[in-house]
């Protein structure tokens, strides 16, 4: 063999290929071997004779192995012999027992325990060469990158999906529902017990599909020991009878214990675990170090989800007490009164805000009903409105006349603010309703610097009531404003906050709603029943705010039912006001 | 009762229904809704055979300017007391998990909504149904505070489908399943298929789905790559300089337009952004027919109210000018065009 043997060949693969092979000129000083080669240094001048052609290749990484035209071996380069003892010169290659070594086989065969890539080229004279490479290291590298890659990128997902705060249960399904199929193919969480009881979520699958999810409860004494250990931050070691006792407790369809690999791991909480996460799969996939490591990290991850969660609920459950007691309480039904309300407070997550209306039961068949607005946003501002509606709850008992409750209500709130030293203060329309024989009301309404309220004349026409006064909790003799008012039977009086004329909107955005275009979307209104009228309200100044910020919306509509209203009948069977909310009774 | 007889007692029921609805008169057509379920015709079909209809078509006479907005807000607030009448004669108990349903954020058409809730009630989900127009923000809250199956959420108007998109993005973050219903995703569901998520046309498809975890959660993902293009946000950036400009315009050329009073003006300014919103939502899904089907809808009200459909092409050229860099907003405002009934040119 000669150089001239490969001078007019390129290996098609390109990793050998360079332009030199077809310089035979050039050929000794222009080999460039792969630098990981261990080559004797060759000299670049080109007068040096070159150095034997043997001597090169056989230096190569590559084995080769070159048959004749009939297929016997007639040279192995020292790298071949080593990789493929069986292969001697002056046999026939296909005798040599290395099925590889044949013409259609795959390229990447495994042979004594290394992984080995073989190509074959012909050559002149029919006969051929098989290039032979070790690519052992390599490909463990490769596979090991490609795992490293795999297991981050599993790590991002859960990050992903766990990163946001949950609510507890959701975070346990999600973590079951994420461990499947990456880390096992049944995999159970176990909440640290509360109250003697251990809820657990499993997440499993059958063939390729997507992991199901199931849970159930179980007593705390009735835990597998190994749970129970690791419930106090121990990782048990001892793996075999691990599966036992997760077969026991019926956590592991379809895999039989004596052909299963499980481990155990807890999830870090805020002081003890927060659970306990089990994985396990069929042994022919035992769980490695790096599997363990992996299902650690997943479980850091697990755990802050669920603590957050867990922690989130606790307070969720504070908030949501304190909050129920601050939001503004349906109007009690009243004789002759169809009352419409609409509430949507600027931090729609908070659902409270400074705005507030409600109304109150008189002994004489009247009804008290106020909607009022108070300094602040927010969580401060609700307890303060929370504080005006206890005032008014109490003084409407001692006091019945609008003009003299808004005094007395005055009075109280300014000892309250000046004994906390808050420097609050509210505006309110304060009103007394009184239904008439015709089926029409009267209504009495003192104001307390709030916006006048609109009525809507059985004609179409809405009409702006004259109702000035004082901001209240800031004097102590404030001035009230007075006015009476007379709804005929279908005519509406509709109170309401700044938040609806003040909300800014329009072209640009920045455009004032306005009382105009207000009275104008009421216009023509007046067969709407009243909570239709005041749900237009909300929806025209949202509609108006094109989602934009707004400040605390409420509109309080009181309709003169008339005399045609059966009200009784339908009273326990219609659900007052269809709570937008809270849940609407099942 | 057999089936045969209560289908016919819907029937008559029908018309009976609407004229309550047309009378305003609440007590009467609840006592109808009552009275045939005492006769034994199932709650289920009182809600989906008698009360949507009945909304489809009120909705129907609003757009042939037969009804005022105030009759169609009384006709639906009547419906929504029958409703509630019916879940409360029905008294289902609830034996399987918790379904939120709500209107995305801006979409107040609550009752279609509300229908699919007492349907999944009456099949024994634990139903909260928000109301209408729930922010992203007390969604997602209620979501952290009690854990539910599925969140179903309703979209009337396409122009919506971009808030749409974010406020099932929030649901899933909180690895909660979504299933979205309403014709804002299309008369087949595609623009909900364009968003990656489980679309039902109507409410016992939904009451299907959402019985279906894996159908639930095994959706193919969101197709929007041409967002990358910027054309959506760049329409939304510029949507108040559209508006102006398109204003201007009209007033130019349409001398009626310089007489508007100040309601005409907010309604006028009103059809220029929704133009523009829907524009932008067919853009957001990269489907001209969603701006095409707007066009059409838009001309027909118009024309109901004796607005020449003129009213409609101009602003459509004015913005098909302004927006020569908007390779795909422009075909669609031409296609929008095209769309228009030959008069309006």
């Excluded at chain 2, 008698?50 to 607030?77: D, F, I, M, Y």
């Excluded at chain 2, 027919?289 to 001309?299: C, D, H, M, Y």
Aim: with cysteine; aromatic share 6%.
């Amino acid at each position: 063999m000669t150089a001239s043997d490969v001078r007019d060949y390129d290996p098609g693969d390109g990793r050998l290929s360079t332009p030199s092979t077809t310089r035979p000129s050039a050929w000794s000083a222009d080999v460039r071997p792969r630098p990981t080669v261990a080559l004797p240094p060759l000299a670049p001048d080109p007068r040096q004779a070159a150095p034997d052609w043997f001597e090169v290749v056989e230096h190569f990484r590559e084995g080769l192995v070159v048959c004749d035209a009939d297929g016997v071996v007639r040279h192995v380069s020292p790298v071949a012999e080593r990789l493929l003892p069986e292969v001697t010169p002056g046999e026939l290659l296909s005798a040599a027992g290395v099925p590889a070594l044949s013409e259609g086989a795959p390229a990447g065969f495994i042979h004594r325990g290394r992984q080995l890539t073989a190509r074959q080229v012909p050559l002149s004279d029919a006969r051929c060469c098989w290039y032979v490479e070790d690519v052992t290291d390599s490909a463990s590298r490769a596979d090991a990158l490609l795992a490293e890659r795999a297991r981050s990128a599993f790590l991002a997902v859960v990050g992903d999906k766990l990163g946001n705060p949950l609510h507890p249960d959701r975070a346990a399904a999600a973590i079951v529902r994420l461990a499947v199929p990456a880390l096992a193919e049944v995999a159970v969480l176990v909440l640290a017990p509360r109250a003697g009881r251990a809820r657990w979520w499993r997440g499993s699958r059958t063939d390729d599909e997507a992991p199901t999810v199931d849970s159930g409860v179980l007593a705390g004494g009735d835990l597998p020991a190994a749970i129970a250990d690791g419930l106090t931050g121990v990782e048990p070691h001892a793996v075999d009878w691990l599966v036992e006792q997760a077969v026991d407790a019926g956590w592991l369809p379809g895999l039989a214990g004596t052909e299963s690999a499980a481990r155990v791991v807890p999830l870090p909480g805020r002081d003890a675990p927060v659970g306990v996460l089990l994985v396990a799969r069929r042994a022919t996939r035992w769980y490695d170090e790096a599997d363990v490591e992996l299902i650690r990290a997943f479980a850091a991850r697990a755990g802050a989800a669920l603590t957050t969660a867990l922690l989130y609920r606790d307070q969720a459950e504070v908030a949501d007490t304190l909050q129920a007691s601050l939001l503004p309480v349906e109007p009690v039904e009243a004789a002759g009164v169809q009352w419409g309300t609409a509430y949507r407070p600027a931090q729609a997550g908070l659902r409270i805000g400074g705005d507030f209306y409600g109304s109150h039961r008189l002994a004489d068949g009247g009804s008290v009903f106020f909607l009022g607005d108070v300094s602040g946003k927010g969580v401060e501002a609700a307890v303060f409105t929370g504080q005006l509606r206890q005032c008014l709850q109490a003084l409407h008992r001692l006091e019945s006349h609008p003009a003299r409750l808004l005094r007395l209500l005055n009075d109280a709130l300014l000892e309250t603010t000046q004994a906390h030293g808050q420097g609050r203060f509210a505006t309110i329309v304060l009103g007394v309703a009184r239904p008439e024989r015709d089926g029409g009301l009267t209504l009495t309404m003192a104001g307390g610097g709030h916006l006048p309220p609109l009525v809507l004349r059985a004609s179409g026409e809405v009409e702006a009531v004259p109702l000035r006064g004082m901001l209240i909790g800031v004097v102590s003799d404030p001035r009230v404003g007075e006015v009476t008012v007379r709804l005929a039977p279908g005519e509406t009086c509709l109170l309401y906050s700044d938040g609806v004329t003040e909300a800014r909107g329009g072209r640009r955005g920045d455009e004032l709603f306005g009382p105009e275009r207000l009275v104008t979307a009421l216009t023509g209104c007046q067969r709407m029943p009243a909570p239709a009228l005041a749900e237009r309200v909300e929806q025209v100044t949202c509609d108006w705010l094109a989602q934009g910020d707004h400040d605390d919306i409420a509109v309080l509509a009181l309709r003169a039912a008339g005399l045609s209203a059966r009200g009784a009948r339908h009273l326990h069977s219609v659900p007052a006001g269809l709570d937008q909310a809270g849940e609407t009774p099942a | 009762m057999t089936a045969a007889t209560a289908a016919v007692d819907l029937d008559d029921a029908y018309s009976g229904y609407l004229d309550c609805l047309a009378d305003a008169d609440e007590y009467a057509a609840t006592d109808l809704a009552i009275a045939l379920l005492d006769a034994g015709v199932p709650a289920e079909r009182v809600l989906l055979d008698l009360v949507a209809p009945a909304q489809a078509e009120v909705g129907e006479r609003w757009a042939r300017n037969e009804w005022s907005v105030a009759q169609e807000h009384a006709a639906t607030h009547i419906s929504e007391q029958v409703v509630a009448a019916v879940s409360a004669y029905a008294k289902s108990r609830p034996t399987r998990g918790r379904v939120v349903v709500a209107c995305m954020d801006g979409e107040w058409h609550a009752l279609p909504p509300r229908l699919v809730a007492e349907v999944l009630r009456l099949r024994g989900w634990q139903v909260t149904f928000l109301g209408a127009s729930v922010p992203a923000a007390h969604l997602v809250s209620y979501l952290h505070r009690y854990d539910a199956h599925a969140v179903a959420l309703a979209c009337a108007l396409p122009m919506r489908l971009p808030y749409a998109h974010r406020m099932i993005e929030a649901c899933r973050r909180s690895d909660v399943p979504v299933v979205v219903g309403g014709r804002g995703f299309g008369a087949d569901g595609r623009w909900a298929r364009r968003l990656g998520v489980a679309w039902a046309p109507d409410a016992p498809s939904a009451a299907e789905l959402i019985s279906d975890e894996r159908a639930l959660r095994g959706v193919p993902a969101a197709r929007l790559a041409h967002l990358a293009d910027d054309e959506y946000a760049s329409l939304l950036r510029r949507r108040g300089e559209l508006i102006d400009s398109a204003l201007a315009e009209l007033r130019e050329r349409v001398p009626a337009a310089r007489e508007y009073t100040a309601a005409q003006l907010d309604a006028t300014v009103s059809d220029l952004g929704h133009i523009v919103d829907f524009l932008a939502a067919a853009v957001y899904v990269d489907d001209a027919s969603l701006f095409t089907e707007f066009v059409q809808w838009l001309a027909g009200i118009l024309r109901s109210r004796g607005v020449p459909a003129g009213a409609v092409a101009l602003p459509l050229e004015h913005y098909a000018a302004a927006l020569r860099d908007f390779p795909r907003a422009g075909r669609m405002l031409a296609l929008g065009c095209a769309a228009l009934p030959a008069t309006a040119h």
